[in-house]
């Protein structure tokens, strides 16, 4: 979170604990001039305090510093004597009859931008004047005494304390409960699922229909629809097992990774630009993307799928292609937004490190680890020090350069060649750039020199010469010589001044990130301020988790220690990782996690509707080491998976979100599906795997003064390569809520907007997908065994099957064959051309546009 | 859309007013709440206050004119004496400090500045159209932010802050306030800028995607050229859509009967329903043709170098009638004068000086004026001191803003800078005061305005931002 400053300074602040000292009230200042006697100026100090100071106190800093309502912002409790007293982290809030030593004093003054109270609007002058009185008066203070600042106490961020939430505690491991329905789970994963309905009496929706069910599985793992002969093979497949040959096919289809590395993008922040305040272009980034894909392919464990993501530039290796793999996985690390313009250096790498920590949090551990970079963390068990303990690893890392571009000497994402000579072929190339404005400027002189040579300006070629030496060839220089060479010599040597001038081709890298040269422990930075420097802690991880120190090597940063931490159950955050991974895998197949808010499982978030469900998946993940798709394999061949979305009244009036599972969720396609099954059924899609979609693009991504850049769509590849440009996304993916990838993404919003609306009635993507989508039914697929052509209902039930992968109701049929009917003798009345293909064009389109498509059942 | 009037969205807040359970179920609604634009956006509209209406209603929409690059504070509407008397001097001063030796020389400003209107609020004689209106304006000299490049500046005054993707200005008065026309969206944007955080300047961050800006062109392409994205079909003609758009909804209410119930289907045939009634009504609003050639005049439209702005700044009248929230309009990146700041100043204010009077001369002959918050500034203003020998750099210590309109108390120069214009002297607002402000304004607490998001709860202004309560009559 962005420090906030009003709240946290007193959290953050460490200060010595001034001893409270006694001074005698000001007598000229104290109310009762005359009052000599301590128990007079006692009962005249309680007087002053019960008008002048409590009700401000209780009108102005209860609600945030009170005991009673538990507010304790930065630790201090005002409603007490002892709460001042005892005082907030940064120490006592009063030095009583010292109002110049008083941090509350300091802070009501506002003098001091960082340390301003009340944060909304300062007290009235007056009032102001009343406080410093009181404190000269010693702070006298009629409220009781009792009060204890640190009885009762429960601190939200103490980590050890914070071991009892859930998420924290080890896995658990019962035995499957008993179900009175046994002949219907398949899985244990059914058996929980079916316990936990059957304690409210409710039952499983039915099987789904085996189309269903069909459609159901080739989206969700692999985001494609299934085409016609798929669809028929599958249905004549008698087999016991004809459902599980099918899902091994699809986990072992290449279009696997396509669909569940772009989960993995959406957590991964995934972007092939900047985005924020200057939107460079990340021209490498698409390695990344591929690495994830194929990772995903091919099984990578999720414990190395990490490792490599955090400390892969730090592995060791057997080949220069394994060495540049696991670098490029680290890109992880570098694709973050930055703000890159006009901020301070510093503050640029702490803003960084907050990035990263970010993304980790929420993407592996399912904390929201940012909440402490300002202050302790207000409901989760993460101390600002584990915060920092952590941000010394970030720190400890370079992800930027600087770099030249645009002409100028900036602070870019860090590149490195790749391939055996990857380093040479890097530094030729930025060489270039540091170069280019000499280079061309020598290039010119150059041919300046062979004018002068071939005017016969010999005297001025001399003096030329002696100030441009390099621009001109030295033999050309020698009047001993022909002319003509002389002139071929310098034309030589211009030639390869020009060679020299020219922008070399952008060798292969990638975004890399690795140690600084000196790693080191990093300084908590007070209220989040990166110019605000407190106390150092040592690297090291979540205190939650494990007492254990981080045994970080001193030359290193610790990455390689934070990415096993992470999947070490014994003693790291193995069982947490392994449970978010879960609940995520079960969110993706699901279509609701067994903790909804899979980007939370801290005390803000959602507590699992099926604990135990969730300890088994997160003990099966870890017992395969970490492999995804056996844990996908798992749950799609349960009877959970194939349950219908039949809607049951009675489980709708107990459970109307659907919480238990008594039937299977709805959920939209999303863009990429949708976009890939228009381009499937339209059979325009190419299925190839692609590159870079952004290479044509300027060093800025979107546009901003001349610039006119952007980012085209109409690439015929799968949607998960199209440019992912933040602030300049494709249209189908802003408009159907794909991930921002300014940040962690793990549950889309799934908003119904107009804009969607008018997307699909009338974008020129999803009417071409339609026009080709009917020319093909037209051509070819509706043409019996001898070539003629089938009857209009029968193309009707092959664009129904085409498109929705399944089979139109009589009145389904009869209303699209009379639209289509009617529509060809409008467009023949109006003399359109091809009124057929319109006419069959404008149905899919219908088809694209129904529900039956974009929701899948 | 009408926010949190209905069953629905009463369910959600009800849990966060009344839940003793704790933060669990808050963050469940909070959760939820990232589902719920559904909801939002297909609930019944109304004009009348939510339950967001914390103070009286001075303004019900806000017309934003934004200057792209940062217009030049102290030859605009900030007179300095005493920058034209020390020109060529290095700059000093009691609130220059430490800094004052690498800031380099002043460069005085080459323009008349004259009192206006019976109030006497100053203006150079780059706005003499816009002169006419001083005793509408309150002038607030002493406005200051963060971020020296545009980029961080731009997202700091559209969104409040800049590391991190938060939402628009725009998308929390939809929010707030909802929508006043079911047909149309509570907040447009015209001609945005796709840099300097591009759409992240009119988004809607984690609130629900229907309260994000509708675009109508960008920056760099004329207004006359523009249009809202697939906002009408190019291939079918209304005729043919509209049994196209029976049959689909034909085979939906089909989907649905099989479905028993269904939230997203149900969510869908209403949703195509509204996105066919908006394609009718959008053009109807943006169709400049209606309007009279006296009202074209005021503009300035088919006029040299005021046609383009002149436009936009009709669209925006025409919007504001219609009862859209909130109306951006954005110059192209024009103002961001490191060279020539004389001549780019005059060059720049041509092109909107007489469109902005003609748009508050229209708001106030129609009535609207008065309901209207109009805005007018930019990102940063620019250094008193010279660059590139002609020029004036980006500063965002002390700038100028005005509004007119929506309760404001016309005629009102508030918060003053030093005396070059480098500083905030008296008053300052910072871009947090001026969010709320504007919320204010709208009978929004800036305080109370939240949303909650990955945990907590999260506002306009963060943890910043004070009212200006000076500046409504």
Known sequence: MKPSLHTVVWACLIVSVAEPVRAQPDALEAPAATATTTAESSTAGDEYFEK?????????????????????????????????????????????????????????????????????????????????????????????????????????????AGRAHWAFRPLHRPPLPQVQAAGWPKTASDTFVLARLEADDLRPAPDADRRTLLRRTYFLLIGLPPNAQQVAAFLRDNREDAFERLVDQLLDSSHFGERWGRHWLDLARYADSNGLDENFLFREAWRYRNWVIDAFNADLPFDAFLLQQLAGDLLPYESIEQRDRQRTAAGFLVIGPKVLLGNNPQERVMDVADEQLDTIGKAILGQTLGCARCHDHKFDPIPTADYYALAGIMTSTHVMQQRYMLGQQRVMERLVGLGPDGNTANAAYEKYWRESKTLQARAKQGQAALDLLENGKEEELGAFAKKQAEAVAEASLDVDRPREERIAMQQKHLATLVAAATPPSIPPRAMIPSDVEQPGDEAIRLAGQFNRPGKKVPRGFLRVVSDAPAEIPKTQSGRQELAHWLTDVEHGAGSLAARVLANRVWHHLMGRGIVRTVDNLGRTGEAPSHPELLDALASRLIESDWSVKALIREIVLSRSFAMSSRHDEQAHAVDPENRLLWRAHRRRLGPEAFRDAMLAAAGTLDPKPLDSTVSYLGDQATAVGANKNRRRTDFPCRSVYLPVIRNDLPE??????????????????????????????????????????????????????????????????????????????NDEREALLTFIRQTEDRLTAEGAEEPTVQAWTVACHALFASSRFQILD | MRCHQFYKTLTRRDVLRTSAAGFAQVALAGMLGQQAGAEDTLAPNAAGPTQWAHFPTRAKRVIFLFMWGGPSHVDLFDPKPTLNAEAGKPLAGSSVGSDAKQLGTLLGSPFKFSQHGDSGVWMSELFPQLARHADQMCVIRSMHTEGNAHGEALLRLHTGQANLVRPSVGAWVSYGLGRENENLPAFITISPPRGHGGVQNYGSAFLPAAHQGTAIGSAEIPIAESVVSNLGNRRLSPALQRTQLDLIQSLNRRHLQDATTDKQIEGLISNYELAYRMQSTMPQVMDLASETQATKDLYGIDAKPTDNFGRQCLLARKFAESGVRYIQVSTDYTWDHHQKVQEGSVAESAKVDRPIAGLLEDLRRRGLLEDTLVVWGAEFGRTPMVENGDGRNHHPKAFTMWMAGGGVQGGLTHGSTDEFGYAPAENPVHMHDLHATILYALGLDHKRLTYRHAGRDFRLTDVYGNVVRDVFA
Not at chain 1, 79 to 90: L, P, V
Not at chain 1, 770 to 783: P, V
Not at chain 1, 790 to 797: D, F, L, Y
């Open chain 1, 732 to 809: 189908v993916f802003d408009v159907f809520d794909f991930a921002d990838p300014h940040a962690t993404t793990g549950l889309r919003p799934e908003t119904i907007v107009a804009t969607q609306g008018l997307f699909v009635l009338n974008d020129t993507s999803v009417m071409d997908a339609a026009r080709a989508t009917a020319r093909t039914l037209l051509e070819t697929s509706c043409l019996d065994e001898t070539g003629a052509t089938q009857p209009a209902s029968v193309r009707v039930e092959r664009m129904f099957e085409r498109i929705l992968h399944t089979r139109p109701t």
């Open chain 1, 52 to 160: 002048h100071i409590r009700p401000i106190l209780s009108q102005k800093c209860y609600s945030c510093h009170s005991s009673r309502a538990n507010k304790r912002e930065g630790g201090l409790v005002l409603d007490s004597r002892a709460g001042w007293r005892a005082g907030g982290d940064r120490g006592a809030a009063l030095a009583p009859g010292m109002p110049d030593e008083s941090l509350l004093i300091q802070a009501i003054r506002y003098t001091d931008e960082n340390l301003q109270m009340p944060p909304d609007e300062p007290l009235a002058p007056g009032v102001i004047r009343d406080f410093e009185r009181w404190v000269r008066m010693g702070a006298p203070d009629t409220r009781l005494e009792a009060i204890d600042h640190e009885a009762g106490m429960n601190v939200p961020s103490d980590p050890v």
